[in-house]
């Protein structure tokens, strides 16, 4: 059926573990399960961004977080 679209989504999956032609498919997939100007929430161990933004899709670091070990960033994907 049609379902409708998130408002947001969070992820914690360890996309850095992953082939980047997965991480993009993953990424691309989320992405057209989102509203208009809806954000992806993703945290990261990585010191840049896991994945390129999909087409239209602009990302910055929203948070470090230096309490946590190894240190992590919190990475958000949103539309431009």
Do not use: E, T
Request: some cysteine.
């Amino acid at each position: 059926g049609n379902r409708p679209p998130f408002g947001a989504i969070v992820s914690c999956l360890p996309l850095l573990n992953f082939p980047l032609a997965l991480r993009s498919s993953f990424m691309d997939a989320v992405a057209a399960r989102l509203q208009p100007g809806a954000p992806l929430i993703q945290f990261s161990y990585g010191m840049h961004a896991p994945v390129v933004p999909p087409d239209g899709f602009a990302v910055s670091c929203a948070a470090y977080v230096l309490a946590n070990i190894p240190p992590a960033k919190v990475w958000v994907y949103q539309q431009r």
